[in-house]
């Protein structure tokens, strides 16, 4: 089976500081995603990468930056963390071919306090 | 720019009845169109998806979609409820360019079942 690992299930972070969101994937897959859902607001893309060190902006990339050095690994990054990053972030992972499903990782639930 | 909008935000049906979820999506040209469903507590897992052929698909646990494209639509449905659907819908969109998927969902569906 397909495996997507988010190295945290739940996070408290401070105003400000710098947060690190981690997911590996074990399909050798080239596409993974990171996104944020809010109730009511579905799920929202933040950024994805089609290849090593190759990244994308999503819909809502403001405030967050990304890293894809290995293929199996691709990390979210919260420059300076704000109470409106309070999220559940979910790390996908798919092919290439196009019209193949995603897997999702479990979650990683931030507290922004 | 892709996009996909379900208009209901809520829908509460009876245990045994019918039910069909609506979604609508823009973009271009023809899209990939899934439907994934969440439990409570759990992650996302795909119900069925559409790119060409019959546009009448066929998913898991009974769930069936039809894609419309002179309506831009790809509503989910299923003809008999049962209390274990209860979870949230999304529809999503997927394009591709390049060497790329880029990946769009919905703001969700949110399934009520009463008994």
């Known amino acids: 089976d397909v495996k997507v690992t988010q190295s945290s299930r739940y996070l408290v972070k ?35 990468s089609y290849d090593v060190k190759m990244k994308e902006k999503g819909d809502i990339p403001e405030g967050y930056s990304v890293s894809r050095e290995k293929k199996e690994r691709f990390s979210l990054i919260l420059e300076s963390a704000s109470t409106n990053q309070t999220s559940m972030y979910l790390c996908a992972s798919g092919g290439t071919v196009g019209g193949e499903k995603l897997f999702f990782g479990s979650g990683t639930q931030l507290s922004v306090l | 720019a892709q996009s996909v909008t379900q208009p ?14 609506r979604c609508n999506y823009s973009y271009g040209a023809t899209p990939y169109l899934f439907w994934y469903v969440q439990s409570p507590g759990q992650g996302l897992q795909l119900l069925l998806k559409y790119f060409s052929g019959d546009t009448l698909v066929q998913g898991i646990k009974g769930f069936e979609a039809e894609f419309k494209r002179s309506q831009s639509s790809f509503n989910l449905r299923k003809p008999s409820v049962h209390w274990s659907d209860a979870a949230e819908y999304f529809c999503a969109v997927g394009a591709r360019s390049g060497g790329y998927q880029k990946v769009t969902f919905g703001t969700g569906t949110k399934l009520q079942v009463i008994p």
């Open chain 2, 8 to 21: 209901d935000i809520h829908i509460t049906v009876s245990e045994g009845a019918s039910l069909e979820l």
């Open chain 1, 14 to 48: 401070r105003t400000g500081e710098k947060v690190f969101l981690e997911c590996v994937q074990d399909m050798d897959h080239e596409n993974m995603f990171w996104y944020r859902q809010d109730p009511g607001l579905g799920l929202r893309l933040i950024y994805f």
